[in-house]
């Protein structure tokens, strides 16, 4: 039987942690064949595609606009120089 001192699995029954060692056991299992077809599936991905669906459509072989010269963080970063200090 579980003790108190197992915590959570206190007033599990025997066949309840045995249920639990096979579940936790079918995922150890299961792990490497799930990360297998995530990569595969990864690897297939149309970036193009992706980026169509999660942004919108647009012409993604014309070049980007130039950016603004700076984000603003720098001209944040040059006030808070002004700033006295304590």
Known sequence: MVTSRDSGLAGWT???VAAG????????RA?????RIRREELR???THRTIALLCGPADY????R????TSG???Q???????PRP
């Open 31 to 35: 792990g490497p064949e799930l990360e």
């Open 77 to 83: 970063q040059r006030w808070f120089q002004k700033m």
């Open 14 to 16: 025997l066949a309840e």
């Open 21 to 28: 060692r096979r579940w936790v056991e079918t995922w150890r």
């Open 44 to 46: 297939a991905l149309d």
């Open 61 to 64: 072989t014309i070049p980007p």
């Open 73 to 75: 963080l720098v001209e």
């Open 66 to 69: 130039a950016p603004k010269p």
